[in-house]
T-cell receptor, first 112, second 114 residues
Framework: GENVEQHPSTLSVQEGDSAVIKCTYS??????FPWYKQELGKGPQLIID?????GEKKDQRIAVTLNKTAKHFSLHITETQPEDSAVYFC???????????FGKGTKLSVKP | KAGVTQTPRYLIKTRGQQVTLSCSPI?????VSWYQQTPGQGLQFLFE???????NKGNFPGRFSGRQFSNSRSEMNVSTLELGDSALYLC?????????????FGPGTRLTVT
């Protein structure tokens, strides 16, 4: 079955710097890759997603890139702000199943 | 539009008891998926319900079960609770089958088994 690896597990940046989180997946049939942000005491919030027919997608300060050949995708956050501090999860979905397979998460800390 | 709601938010149960958790999806959404989140295993898929039928199931024992009602609300039940069942249980709703649409999560139910 699908396996998703996520790195790094923790990331600390200064306010205004960029943050990059990387994920790799194993199932070449996966075709949908969402990113979720989870704040303390809350459920995961969908922040951006990308489908396998697209190489890059941007939404204001966040962007996601997908390399299908290498089977990896990345989240880029520019001009980070303290409110970006949270745990970020990547996920993959595809094949015959509709469920999401999640990475282990990255705890991002943005220091003012 | 209101988001996914889950009740109760917190629950403390004793080993051997059973528990029922409830999830109300976003209005108009017809699929509900359940996930278990623990520090060690992360987010793991339990099952998906669509049109009152279980469409997909993760690798959990039969003690974990669920159902969906005609209004798309869903419940999950865990029988004979074990200490290892302590976790945050999340439900996610999607417009249609989870394999075709985005999934939106609720705040979760924090279950503690003592």
């Amino acid at each position: 079955g699908e396996n998703v690896e996520q790195h790094p597990s923790t990331l600390s940046v200064q306010e205004g710097d960029s943050a990059v989180i990387k994920c790799t997946y194993s199932d070449s049939a996966s075709n949908y890759f969402p990113w979720y942000k989870q704040e303390l005491g809350k459920g995961p919030q969908l922040i951006i997603d990308i489908r396998s027919n697209v190489g890059e997608k941007k939404d204001q300060r966040i962007a996601v890139t997908l390399n299908k050949t290498a089977k990896h995708f990345s989240l880029h956050i520019t001009e980070t702000q303290p409110e970006d501090s949270a745990v970020y999860f990547c996920a993959a979905r595809g094949g015959s199943q509709g469920n999401l397979i999640f990475g282990k998460g990255t705890k991002l800390s943005v220091k003012p | 539009k209101a988001g996914v709601t889950q009740t109760p938010r917190y629950l403390i149960k004793t080993r051997g008891q059973q528990v029922t958790l409830s999830c109300s999806p976003i209005s108009g959404h017809r699929s509900v998926s359940w996930y278990q989140q623990t520090p060690g295993q992360g987010l793991q898929f339990l099952f998906e319900y669509f049109s009152e039928t279980q469409r997909n199931k993760g690798n959990f024992p039969g003690r974990f079960s669920g159902r969906q009602f005609s209004n798309s609300r869903s419940e999950m039940n865990v029988s004979t609770l074990e200490l290892g069942d302590s976790a945050l249980y999340l439900c996610a709703s999607s417009q249609g089958l989870a394999g075709l649409y985005e999934q939106y999560f609720g705040p979760g139910t924090r279950l503690t088994v003592t």
